[in-house]
């Protein structure tokens, strides 16, 4: 017990003083134990002998034998204490060196781990954020994410998932997540490619995970242009007609389209010369990013849904998929239509060049088809687009950069920004798809051309208030009322002329 050791701090380093102050305190004890000792004997041996022996030459030899003796068993203690005193040093000393080499074997992993994960694991650490922007996510999906809750979709709401009229607003993101894993599981794209299911869930989840949230490009974006494809790959009875590759080219370049989008579109990166449109050239920087975060976050091997399947095979489904992400710039909308123009007449599935060319009008059209969804579902999209808009055409302004009109919160309303693009956009673009598949013209083209009449019914009543001079509020309180009005009107009109038997 007089040779207690000081635990060390467990910061690797060893309190050795102690050791000297145990000793120095331990050399005391023992001097006056055996100082007491010698003591009890001297007094031990007053009361045996008489003063004339102890005074006699046999009493001095047997003193002087007493001292010698304690004088051997003092040094004997003696060394046996430093002996006892070096073990424990050395003891301590290789704790502490234990210490020392966990935590320097510690520093050895994470460094090992960081060098792994910047030269292949993830390629994460590449600058994911602009410089424009300070709330971007950085490209790094976790590597041990839990899983999403599992959730069993019902019969009706798989039946739904097939339809364009599917209502995205109802739905969290996991739920979101269920719905996208259901359909690679539906169209076969899981069991075609050998996915692990365990690493779809894994890719979905760092998908969703990298998706800002901006006010329109934001993940429930990508699900409802991913839903959309979805969609029409069922309304138009694209297995029968497509690969299974060209399916899971289509869902995946759907899913990946707008990753990592900053809610700033491609005019404002070159004319703001941010990092990406330096990177790119000024060639469609936002999309070639997509692309890039696409790959990046694939080439993680608990990511990869592509990892059971041939180098060349991927090499072919990478290029492809780049290829649909980069044609969703809507400054190539009028050189991609014109192409898909060119071959519709004489469509041939067989001909690989056709296919990529309908593959490209196909992402086009599930990008922009929020009109084509019903009204409720299809105006809050206008909204959200028009607030970033507005984000961007603020910051233009306060960089003097130069401002579209259609972002310019001074000039534009809701049907203004409405009308031309679902006239001079849309609507040609969704009627030259249905010349190949006419049975879209129901339930997409058809929903078009009633935006287009709705928002054009809207612009009149904003026009006639304008002229009445209303406060906004107040005219904005009346248009609902103003449309019912008015389609209560269209509809007596419409009973009169069928000779009021209109059922």
Partial sequence: NLYKVVPHTGQGEVK???ITTNKHMSDLRLKESLTISVLKRKKTCSRTFSPKWQSSSAGNTYWCELHRDLAFRINELKTEV????????KRVELEGLKVVEIEKCKNDLKKLRNEVTSRSGTRVNCNCKYNFSDDGKKLSPRRDVPSYPKYTLSQETIEALKKPTFDVWHWEHNEMLSCLEYMYHDLGLVKEFNMNPITVKRWLLAIQENYRDNPFHNFRHCFCVSQMMYGMIHLCNLQDKLSRTDMCILMTAAVCHDLD??????????????ELAVRYNDISPLENHHSAVAFQILSMPECNIFANIEPESFKQIRQAIITLILATDMAKHGEILDSFRQTVDNFDFTKEEHVKCLKMVLIKCCDISNEVRPTEVAEPWVDCLLEEYFMQSDREKSEGL?????????????????????????????????????????????????????YEELKHIDDAMSEVSYPSIVKYQLIPQILTQNIAQKKKMESMSLGGNKK
């Fill in 16 to 18: 050795k003083n102690s």
């Fill in 402 to 454: 130069p401002v579209a009109p259609f972002m310019d919160r001074d000039k534009v309303t809701k049907p203004t920004a409405q009308i031309g693009f679902i006239k001079f956009v849309l609507i040609p673009m969704f009627e030259t798809v249905m010349k190949l598949f006419p049975q879209i013209e129901e339930i997409m083209v058809q929903p078009l051309r009633d935006s287009r009449d709705h």
């Fill in 82 to 89: 430093t002996n006892r005193l070096a073990m424990l040093e």
């Fill in 261 to 274: 989008h900053p809610g700033y579109n491609n005019t404002y990166q070159i004319n703001a010369r941010t």
